[in-house]
Nanobody, 117 residues
């Protein structure tokens, strides 16, 4: 059973940066395509970023500010978030899938990011 644990969230001022981490255990990270999602209060969960077979993809709202990366040796996926805005406030979740064609089936518990204005 694969397990995903996020960390790195917190309170930051607008314009600041945070780096989220997601440690994968139970199976090698190299077995998965990874993604990041977020859910703000009262809103649906939305896509943020993902690894795909041909590179990384990002939502329009974070493109140019956020970067997804991975270190297979550490079984860890990262989300570097720069130039943060109050509208980035949300619970951030990492997710895993075995194929880029499949839905994300494995999820972490989430980490809170709050951006103050």
């Amino acid at each position: 059973q694969v397990r995903l644990v996020e960390s790195g969230g917190g309170l930051v001022q607008a314009g600041g940066s945070l780096r989220l981490s997601c440690v994968v255990s139970g199976r090698s990270l190299s077995s998965y395509f990874m993604g990041w999602f977020r859910q703000a209060p009262g809103k649906e969960r939305e896509f943020v970023a993902a690894n795909n077979w041909n590179g990384n993809t990002y939502s329009d709202s974070v493109k140019g500010r956020f970067t997804i990366s991975r270190d297979n040796a550490k079984n860890t996926v990262y989300l570097q978030m720069n130039s943060l805005k109050p509208e980035d406030t949300a619970v951030y979740y990492c997710a895993a899938r075995e194929s880029y064609k499949d839905p994300f089936r494995n999820w972490g518990q989430g980490t809170q990011v709050t951006v103050s204005s």
